[in-house]
């Protein structure tokens, strides 16, 4: 099925920012990308329900790929309004295993439980990316993952559960894999960028063709 985000109208109250670069997100991940490429912009978080409307776009049977790159033009459009002219870039993942999609865990009894639901198994991470100026969308970009989780021993997700703590939340599916997470895995096959939540590489040559990088 086609999911199509509403259209939003721009307030007219929004300040002027034609040329800017607004980042549509809190994840520290996706800012330290942009920041380690040299990009300059904004970050300002989309006050956004992520759950629920996933929810509802699995229950109107949209696929993992229609889903993410749903949430990640609405959070985009969202943050337009207050940013008049400004390149909004919006950003989601979904992780699918056997049919199941993961949120974020909510503790580390949720992380415990995901890990272990994963412990063994191939899982797909879909990564949206959107670009989004005055309420319409520009470019989009959506990659596919392919992901294997080695056997995990109880005692090895204790070792990681304590390590990592509370940032276990963060993560859907509780790991990063930059960090202590990549000692979950045995195979990778995707694109690392997008991995990490965000399709970097294809999103600065969109950013280069728009003057909003140097080239």
């Known amino acids: 099925m086609s999911v199509t985000a509403p259209t939003a109208e721009v307030d007219p109250a929004a300040r002027p920012a034609r040329g800017a670069l607004v980042l549509a997100s809190a994840s520290r991940v996706r800012r330290t990308l942009l920041e380690n490429a040299g990009v300059v912009f904004e970050s300002e978080a989309a006050a956004i329900d992520e759950e629920e409307l996933r929810r509802g776009l699995k229950a109107a049977s949209a696929d993992t790929g229609e889903a993410a790159t749903t949430l990640a033009e609405l959070k985009a459009r969202k943050v337009s309004l207050r940013h008049r002219g400004a390149l909004v870039i919006g950003a989601d993942q979904i992780l ?120």
Do not use: N
């Open 96 to 215: 699918e295993c056997s049919g199941r999609w993961f949120d974020k865990p909510k503790g580390l009894a949720d992380a415990r439980a995901d890990l272990e639901a994963l412990s063994g198994r191939e899982h797909m991470l879909v990564s949206a990316t959107v670009v989004v100026r005055d309420g319409a969308r520009l470019w989009h970009r959506l990659d596919r993952a392919r992901l294997t989780m080695r056997p995990l021993s109880s005692a090895f997700i204790e070792f990681y559960l304590a390590a990592v703590g509370a940032r276990a939340s963060e993560w859907v599916g509780a790991y990063q894999l930059e960090g202590l997470g990549a000692q979950l895995f045995e195979r990778i096959e995707g694109d690392y960028f997008a991995i990490l939540g965000l399709s970097l590489l294809p999103l600065l040559d969109f950013l280069r063709r728009h003057g909003a990088v140097p080239t």
